[in-house]
């Protein structure tokens, strides 16, 4: 298996602009999780999806953050309207759940001017 | 509020020398902690990982040490070498929950 895969790899997008990040888990997992990771706030938990459910979302920032997981095989993550203050490399990570290790994609670095 | 605090934010070594990260955390019913390290523009890494029903777990140049009376754990890195030089978090998870909670890093470097 390739391990998560992210995409973009780098973004770089203008204030007030819809922003998409991608995520494809590793196959047979049943946890996907988004975090943002910031120099201030450290790796956050945004959201996570068991069986391609939202079960936790409390750490998503506001109404202009979304996520869908339509299937097994694919999350996104979207940001309308981004904000500057959006800025930040976002990670998915998926695990087969039950306290077992979560495997990290090389993430999305967020720009947003 | 912080759940997991971790210390020191950086940390410089010379080749061969230990490493020493902690961390504390507040929440007793954490019973999942594990280390992650993280190479620059890469994601993060499981490390190493500890449940509290033992005191220390060892792989090897790598040791956590669990103090679950004082709600500390840290790691060791033992004959530090610069291809560790990295940022490590340590993290906890409460049983019956993913929602995994992690420290806001420890940056290493190991000097040649």
């Known amino acids: 298996d390739a391990g998560v895969i992210q995409s973009p790899r780098h973004e770089v997008t203008e204030m007030g602009q819809e922003v998409t990040l991608r995520c494809k888990p590793i196959?047979?997992?049943?946890?996907l999780f988004w975090y943002r990771q910031t120099m201030m706030r450290g790796l956050e938990l945004l959201i996570y999806?068991?069986?391609?459910?939202?079960?936790?979302d409390s750490g998503m920032p506001e109404d202009r953050f979304s996520a869908k997981m339509p299937n097994a095989s694919f999350s996104t993550l979207k940001i309308q309207p981004s904000e500057p203050r959006d800025s930040a490399v976002y990670f998915c990570?998926?695990?087969?759940?039950?306290?077992?290790?979560?495997?990290f994609g090389q993430g999305t670095r967020l720009t947003v001017v | 509020q912080q759940q997991v605090k971790q210390s020191p934010q950086s940390l410089i070594v010379q080749k061969g020398g230990i490493s020493i990260i902690n961390c504390a955390y507040e929440?007793?019913?954490?019973?999942?902690f594990p280390w992650y390290q993280q190479f620059p523009g890469k994601g993060p890494a499981l490390l190493i990982a500890?449940?509290?029903?033992?005191s220390e777990k060892k792989e090897g140049r790598f040791t956590i040490s669990f103090n679950k009376s004082a709600k500390q754990f840290s790691l060791h890195i033992m004959d530090s070498q610069p291809g560790d030089s990295a940022t490590y978090f340590c993290?906890?998870?409460?049983?019956?929950?993913?929602?995994?909670?992690f420290g806001k890093g420890t940056k290493l470097t190991v000097n040649p």
């Open positions: 999806f068991n069986n391609n459910v939202p079960i936790d």
């Open positions: 929440n007793t019913a954490f019973d999942y």
């Open positions: 990570a998926s695990s087969l759940g039950a306290n077992t290790e979560a495997f």
């Open positions: 993290a906890a998870l409460q049983g019956g929950s993913e929602k995994l909670v």
């Open positions: 196959s047979g997992h049943d946890y």
């Open positions: 500890i449940r509290p029903d033992v």
